[in-house]
Nanobody
Framework: QVQLVESGGGLVQPGGSLRLSCAAS????????MGWYCQAPGKQRELVAA???????NYADSVKGRFTISRDNAKNTVYLQMNSLKPDDTAVYYC??????????????WGQGTQVTVSS
């Protein structure tokens, strides 16, 4: 069984920063891409940033230059450093990992979500 446990959300003022973390655990053979998605009320879940096992990154246009995704392969952990936060960044942020276990290959797993609220 695989678990993704997120931490680091909260309430922050506009212009502030937050750092999200997500640790994967369980019977994992290999983790391919890890990423962060967000879902605001009434909207679909959308990609914020993703990073491959080799370190290649991809960002939504709305966060380029403000957010940085990184990962520690030894710890099966992905991070999202969020700077210059705006009220429009308010959403539930979900961690995603595409990974291989002994019974599933390249399957998507999700964290429980962490709320990020940007407000004065």
């Amino acid at each position: 069984q695989v678990q993704l446990v997120e931490s680091g959300g909260g309430l922050v003022q506009p212009g502030g920063s937050l750092r999200l973390s997500c640790a994967a655990s369980g019977s994992i053979f290999k983790i391919n891409t890890m990423g962060w998605y967000c879902q605001a009320p009434g909207k679909q879940r959308e990609l914020v940033a993703a990073i491959t096992s080799g370190g290649s990154t991809n960002y939504a246009d709305s966060v380029k230059g403000r957010f940085t995704i990184s990962r520690d392969n030894a710890k099966n952990t992905v991070y999202l450093q969020m700077n210059s936060l705006k009220p429009d960044d308010t959403a539930v942020y979900y961690c995603n990992a595409r990974l291989t276990t002994v019974v599933r290959s390249n399957a998507d797993y999700w964290g429980q979500g962490t709320q990020v609220t940007v407000s004065s």
